[in-house]
């Protein structure tokens, strides 16, 4: 690291950073509604060094080194999303979180008015099969009575139920989520598209979407090159969606989502360094998983951790990443990792290029900050 790289990450680590410093305009037409063609016919921003390289997502192989590893987030999305009614008749949306134990899930509940604990709510209607659909029993607030989320019993298995009721969970700025306008095709689409080839651990209600854009054929050519790969497992929540509304971020409160580093994982990424290769997350979910285990030494569990500028990495060399949300909490995790300056110039060439952002947007190729 060069003394002039030094000093700035100096500089980072002492300034106050506020909401206003992550806010960028963004042409609402480079907002992607839908995926690439193929999964890695994406654009892929090289921003490793200061010099700003135009790539496609297919040409990683050629980017990384035998011995390197790949970290992905494995989770699966759920069709978490379900729809139905109160005893009175009105309407009502779950966007089911988490699943507990005994038919329990945790909940959004969107409503006119909350109906009471105890409440019984009928979902699964209007389904196009016809079928009968299911009860939901409102058993209270979520983790606690000041909780958020709500708490609802299950007339039956709930992951069976979302996969018969449910519908995909598409972000908020995908026009289709919430106009109802959405075709048979783009169902079927968003059905095989927001989800990568290896999900495997249901449970997430957003895809892990820097991930989205690996193929079995991309796959197979780093495999052969000898990059290795390694699992973590966080469930996306829908609170990754949450805008931060406080000036001051230090006053934010995270969301909580689930993780688990495996043993196996874990054995990997002390191995990749021992032969000297990089370790490439694949996403900021994969991030927050490593680096929640190396902060707290707990491999499983539920992490609320917030990633901003000073923040110091233990793991993570090189990260993958789609474009985010101005103001948001990614775009301050990534800020911190290669830099607030180089990230808002990334930012700004990206939209002078008409890249294409978020979930179903292009990505970018970030080294962290002391290697670039």
């Known amino acids: 690291m060069t003394p002039s790289d030094l000093a700035d990450q100096a500089s980072q680590a002492q300034r106050v950073f ?60 759920v ?14 949306e779950l966007l089911i979180e988490r699943v507990l134990s005994n038919h329990q899930v945790v909940a959004h509940m969107k409503v006119s008015k909350k109906p009471p604990i105890g409440a019984v709510l009928h979902m699964g209607l209007n389904h196009p ?50 106009d109802g306008s959405a075709t048979a095709q783009e169902i079927a ?16 209600v957003a895809a892990p979407t820097a991930a989205l854009h ?11 090159k000898g990059v290795q790969t390694a699992n973590v497992t966080l469930h996306v929540g829908a609170g990754t969606f949450q805008p931060v509304k406080t000036e001051n971020i230090a006053r934010h409160t995270m969301h909580r989502e689930w993780y688990n580093v495996p043993e196996t994982t874990q054995r990997a990424l002390q191995a990749c360094r021992d032969r000297g290769g990089k370790v490439w997350a694949v996403g900021t979910t994969s991030v927050r998983s490593l680096e929640s285990w190396a902060q707290t030494g707990k491999a499983q ?24 949300l101005p103001k948001s909490t990614l775009m301050m995790l990534v800020s911190a ?36």
């Open 301 to 324: 569990g539920d992490t609320q951790i917030f990633i901003t500028p000073g923040f110091e990495f233990q793991w993570v060399d090189c990260l993958i990443t789609n474009f985010h």
């Open 18 to 77: 506020n909401l206003s410093d992550f806010d960028f305009e963004l042409p609402p037409h480079l907002i992607a509604q839908h995926p690439a063609p193929e999964r890695s016919s994406a654009k892929l921003l090289d921003g490793q060094s200061q010099t700003i390289v135009d790539r496609v997502f297919k040409a990683l192989p050629e980017l990384m080194a035998e011995g390197d590893l790949l970290i992905f987030n494995d989770t699966q999305v």
């Open 79 to 92: 069709k978490a999303r379900v729809f139905g009614e109160k005893s009175s008749g009105g309407k009502v």
């Open 337 to 372: 990792f290669a830099g607030y300056e180089h990230v808002m110039n990334l930012y700004a060439h990206a939209i002078a290029q008409e890249y294409r952002f978020f979930s179903y947007g292009d990505a970018m190729l970030l080294k962290r900050r002391s290697s670039v």
């Open 214 to 224: 690996f193929d079995e054929a991309l796959l197979a050519q780093l495999t052969a």
């Open 189 to 204: 689409e968003d059905e095989a598209r927001y989800q990568t080839v290896f999900a495997k651990h249901p449970g997430a």
């Open 129 to 178: 099969r016809g079928a009968p659909g299911f009860d939901a029993k409102l058993r209270g607030r979520w983790p606690d009575e000041n909780g958020a989320l709500f708490c609802f019993e299950l007339s039956d298995e709930p992951h069976s139920l979302m996969a018969q009721y449910g519908h995909v969970p598409l972000p908020p700025y995908i026009e289709r989520h919430h």
